[in-house]
């Protein structure tokens, strides 16, 4: 006589269909009935389906972040290419932080690696810019 009902009891797991052997009730391991609970506890959304931005078909969202079709599974040519163009563009960006020059002197203008790079290299030139553009505009 266990925890479980006569009703409730199998001879196999509830998860991987193992046979049960000993006390085992209804899942082989611990393993098998964290991930049986886990998967009863996602939610819905996670496994909703949603429209992709660059093709328009539907697409499964396996996670929060998911906001394109699967490159490899489910997307169509031109879809990857979209994709593709979206790296090249994100790649184009990273370079242009990592070489932001010095808006006055041309310098680098040393990106710290978060948020928007500076545009100038230091206070002084921010200055000197600042006084320039005043200047020409007072003239």
């Known amino acids: 006589m266990g925890y479980y009902g006569h009703e409730n009891r199998t ?3 509830q998860n991987c269909g193992q046979p049960l052997s ?7 391991s611990a393993a098998c009935r964290q991930a049986s609970y886990r998967r009863k ?10 429209p992709c931005p660059l093709c328009g078909d539907h697409f499964e969202v396996t996670h929060a972040l ?3 079709c699967d490159y490899e599974d489910e997307a169509e040519d031109f879809c990857r ?11 184009i960006a990273q370079w242009q932080r990592e070489n ?18 500076r545009r100038f290299c230091s206070d002084r030139c921010k200055t000197a810019q600042h006084r320039k553009a005043k200047a020409a505009q007072s003239n």
């Open 66 to 68: 998911k906001r394109f």
């Open 11 to 13: 001879d196999d797991c």
């Open 41 to 50: 506890s996602q939610p819905a959304k996670a496994r909703s389906m949603k």
């Open 81 to 91: 290419d979209a994709q593709d163009d979206l790296e090249e563009a994100k790649d």
């Open 100 to 117: 932001a020059a010095c808006a006055h002197c041309g310098k680098p203008a040393r990106w710290s690696g978060r948020g928007r790079p």
């Open 22 to 28: 000993g006390r085992q009730e209804r899942f082989c």
